[in-house]
């Protein structure tokens, strides 16, 4: 579900992934790989700040 919303967000915002990661100061293919695993927490954490969300509501 985190994925899917990233991935809203950045279509919304016009925001290429990779950049958007950067902005998170994520690696390139850090949220990618949340399509088959587990996001870390600090990873999450990171996320929902810049999209100006709660991690709670991310995963929802």
């Known amino acids: 579900m985190p994925f899917r919303k990233v991935m809203q967000f ?3 915002e016009g925001i290429p992934l990779y950049t958007f990661e950067k902005e998170c100061g994520l690696g390139n293919g850090t949220i ?3 399509e088959k ?4 927490l600090d990873s999450l954490e990171k996320v929902a700040k810049r999209m100006g969300m709660q991690v709670k509501d991310l995963l929802e």
């Not at 695993?37 to 870390?40: A, N, V, W």
Request: charged content about 40%; aromatic content about 10%; hydrophobic content about 10%.
């Open 32 to 34: 990618r790989g949340w």
């Open 37 to 40: 695993g587990s996001p870390r």
């Open 10 to 12: 950045c279509e919304k």
